[in-house]
C-alpha cells in the first residue's frame, strides 16, 4: 500500500477530526518531491478536492472548508494530515489521501468521516 488514511470516524456537528495519510512505501528524497491532497466522495455525488498541499508547501483549499480545516505535510514522517474543526453534516463522505509526482499519482484506501447533527 503506497498511501495509508487514518482517523475517520463519528463526529458530532461542530467537532474535530484529524486525518492522517503516510506515504508508506515512498522514501524521503521522493516524498519532498511530491505534491499530496484530500479529496472526499459523499454518497451519489462526484470526487471532490478538499485541500492540497505542494512539495514547497503551498496550500489550497475548496471554499466549503477554508478557515475550518487545514492541511500540513510532515517529511520526515512522510506524512500530510488534515486537522477538520467546525465540521458540519454536509462534510460527511469517504475521505481519501492523494500523492501526485510529474505522471505518477496514488491513492489511499478512503476513510469515512460522519458527522451528525
Known amino acids: 500500500v503506497q498511501l495509508q488514511a487514518y482517523g475517520g470516524g463519528l463526529v458530532q456537528a461542530g467537532g474535530s477530526l484529524r486525518l492522517s495519510c503516510v506515504a508508506q512505501?515512498?522514501?524521503?528524497?521522493?516524498?519532498?518531491?511530491?505534491?499530496m491532497a484530500w479529496y472526499r466522495q459523499a454518497p451519489g455525488e462526484q470526487l471532490d478536492l478538499v485541500a492540497s498541499?505542494?512539495?514547497?508547501?503551498?496550500?489550497t483549499y475548496a471554499d466549503s472548508v477554508k478557515g475550518r480545516f487545514t492541511i500540513s505535510r510532515n517529511n520526515a514522517r512522510k506524512t500530510v494530515n488534515l486537522q477538520m474543526n467546525s465540521l458540519k453534516p454536509d462534510d460527511t463522505a469517504v475521505y481519501y489521501c492523494?500523492?501526485?509526482?510529474?505522471?505518477?499519482?496514488?491513492w489511499g484506501q478512503g476513510t469515512q468521516v460522519t458527522v451528525s447533527s
Open positions: 512505501r515512498h522514501i524521503f528524497s521522493v516524498f519532498i518531491d511530491t505534491d
Open positions: 492523494n500523492s501526485k509526482r510529474g505522471l505518477t499519482t496514488y
Open positions: 498541499i505542494t512539495a514547497s508547501g503551498m496550500t
